[in-house]
């Protein structure tokens, strides 16, 4: 009875879901393609053309909407399969059979682990093998009009560059803070004020050379300084577009690859690890506040459940962004600006749970 009994609840959860699922990645694209639709009709020389594009764009973006929405959405469906359950005075019914609340809810607890597990896994393995073709399809088929911004590569030569912004507009590109170092000389960085290519070689203007790794831009007299520095690279003004940093496209360990090689973005990196982790878990902590407040309300219907989810996933997301800015500004340690809304929200969800009459 027990086994049915969960498959049941799971059904009543994953049949909202999906349809939320549906319909929030269908109202994203509806818009975001109202926005692009002109650069993607003016790619496109046939009605199959400008459909494959279509496709092709939101097929590839997928797990990053996935990745940013599916927090969201399990908190609503977990609420709408509760607020159905108790519409049909099902909870009523489970509770005088002798079932208590915390196991009414259980499956959905293992179904939201579950799922922050798939989460975990979409942003270790299947975004950053999509990172740079994230970038050159969305390149390719809207075009940008944007300085590209926070650019990381790495040359043939072992030649690592952290670039603060890439500049076309006046037709020749250019660099301007450039922070540079070598993975055989880890001892060793460079920051340009300015670089531009000639004759196959990066050209670097007003460089700070030092042995210390730089805060930010330099500030204190470094160990040298030269008017130029001529650097011979295989990387190119095309390959720093699409090679554009996003911490959410880059695995835990790519990650501390990138802040062993540039200390100084240490703090900021450690805190966007320890806050991508916490995420994961979001989905269990979140379903622990929301679900007491399904069962301590009269008037069940979708609107209050939609509601619900929505006030709970903002007031976590708030709280998170707020830690997330006190740890980049070294307010907070990496781990408490990555996991104390955690605590702070599962804590309030355990004591909620726990209060529940059984």
């Not at 650019?151 to 912004?165: E, K």
């Not at 301007?176 to 203007?205: I, K, Q």
């Not at 997330?324 to 996991?339: F, R």
């Amino acid at each position: 009875m027990q086994k049915s009994f969960d498959r049941y609840v799971a059904r009543s959860f994953l049949t909202p879901w999906t349809l939320c699922t549906g319909c929030v990645i269908g109202l994203y694209v509806v818009i975001d393609l109202f926005e692009h639709l002109n650069d993607f009709i003016s790619r496109a020389t046939s009605w199959g053309g400008f459909l494959f594009s279509v496709f092709r764009y939101y097929a590839t973006i997928m797990p990053l909407i996935l990745s940013r929405i599916m927090w969201v959405i399990t908190v609503i469906s977990v609420l709408l399969a509760l607020f159905r359950l108790a519409r049909h005075n099902e909870l009523t019914t489970l509770k005088a059979c002798g079932i208590s609340f915390q196991r009414t809810v259980l499956p959905l607890l293992i179904i939201g682990a579950i799922l922050g597990s798939l989460l975990a896994l979409n942003q270790e393995i299947l975004m950053p093998s999509l990172d740079s073709s994230m970038r050159r399809v969305s390149l390719e088929l809207c075009g940008s009009e944007e300085v590209p911004e926070d650019l990381f590569a790495v040359d043939v030569h072992g030649q690592a560059f952290l670039v603060t912004a890439l500049h076309t507009n006046d037709g020749r590109p250019w660099l301007s803070g450039v922070y540079m170092t070598r993975r055989d000389e880890p001892g060793t960085f460079f920051y340009a004020e300015t670089g531009h290519w000639e004759n196959g070689e990066l050209v670097l203007r007003n460089v700070f050379h030092s042995t210390a790794s730089f805060s930010e831009i330099p500030k204190k007299t470094p160990q040298k300084t030269l008017d130029e520095l001529r650097v011979a690279t295989d990387l190119d003004d095309k390959e720093f577009i699409v090679s554009e940093f996003f911490a959410e496209l880059k695995t835990i360990g790519q990650l501390r690859r990138i802040y062993t090689l540039f200390p100084h973005m240490a703090q900021r990196l450690k805190v966007a690890i320890h806050t991508r982790l916490a995420f994961c878990v979001a989905n269990v902590v979140l379903i622990l506040v929301a679900v007491p407040y399904a069962f301590q309300q009269e008037n069940r219907n979708t609107l209050v459940g939609i509601g619900a989810g929505l006030l709970v996933a903002i007031a976590y997301y708030l709280v998170s962004m707020f830690c997330e800015s006190l740890g980049n500004n070294s307010v907070l340690t990496p781990s408490m600006a990555g996991w104390l809304p955690i605590v702070a929200f599962g804590g309030l969800g355990v004591f909620l749970f726990r209060s529940m009459p059984t």
